[in-house]
Each structure stands twice: as structure tokens, then as C-alpha cells.
């Protein structure tokens, strides 16, 4: 592959630190899974192409780089909250930024709070939501 596409068999050497958004590299008609392996277990996440499309494949793309190996989860609320990602281990070096700070009030449960709130590279106003 190129240096700016990650091999899909994993093959690429790690690499955190990008000059823009990825290209597309996923097919948002299939079905992508994740296995994150942990010091406390392993989670096993289903990823839905299909609804967020720039989100699985900003997350397919930095796993093929093995951007997010060794990284730390830097928030931790047991029952609540896993926050990771930043290469950093802090929470200050996040990929994403916002777009807006007009966003539309929590609703429902904890598990459907902000439901359109996702890791993507792309900034949305989601002020009209």
C-alpha cells in the first residue's frame, strides 16, 4: 500500500500523526469489528459502516496504522465511561474538534446521550438537530 493507505493485514508499522483527514477506505455496506485487548479484558465491538461511515473508517484506518497501540484510556468511570485515543495519555492531544458549541441537550439514558456524537475527523453542526 501507499504511505498514505495502512495495509489491511495489519502489516503496517505504527504511526500517529497524520497531514489530514483519511481517504475512504472501508465499504460502508460491510460489516466491520474491532477486538480491543486490555490489561483489565477484552472488549469485542461490532462497528456500524452502515450509520457512521466516516467514523468506522477513521477508526478502521488508525487501527490499520496501529495508532491506538499502548495508548492508555486517560478517563476512566467505572459503570459510565472509558475515554481513549490520545497518543498523548492525557485527553489534551484529541484528533477531533468541534464544529459548534450549540449542541442540542442530552436525552434519554446514559447509553443514548448525544446519539449523534461520534470520533469524526469531519466537524458537523449538529446545532439544527
Do not use: C
Not at 460491510?30 to 461490532?46: D, F, H, I
Not at 457512521?52 to 478502521?60: E, I, R
Amino acid at each position: 500500500m501507499s504511505d498514505l493507505i495502512p495495509n489491511p493485514d495489519g502489516s503496517s508499522e505504527k504511526r500517529q500523526k497524520f497531514d489530514a483527514a483519511p481517504p475512504m477506505i472501508i465499504d460502508p455496506a460491510k460489516t466491520y469489528s474491532a477486538t480491543m485487548v486490555t490489561s483489565k479484558g477484552t472488549m469485542e465491538m461490532v462497528l456500524d459502516a452502515a450509520a457512521a461511515p466516516v467514523t468506522v473508517n477513521s477508526f478502521v484506518f488508525l487501527a490499520r496504522w496501529h495508532y491506538y497501540d499502548g495508548i492508555v484510556f486517560h478517563r476512566v468511570i467505572p459503570g459510565f465511561v472509558l475515554q481513549g485515543g490520545d497518543p498523548t495519555g492525557t485527553g489534551a492531544g484529541v484528533l477531533v474538534t468541534a464544529s459548534t458549541t450549540n449542541f442540542p441537550s442530552p436525552v434519554g439514558t446514559n447509553s443514548e446521550v448525544w446519539p449523534w456524537l461520534t470520533l469524526d475527523p469531519t466537524p458537523t453542526d449538529h446545532s439544527s438537530s
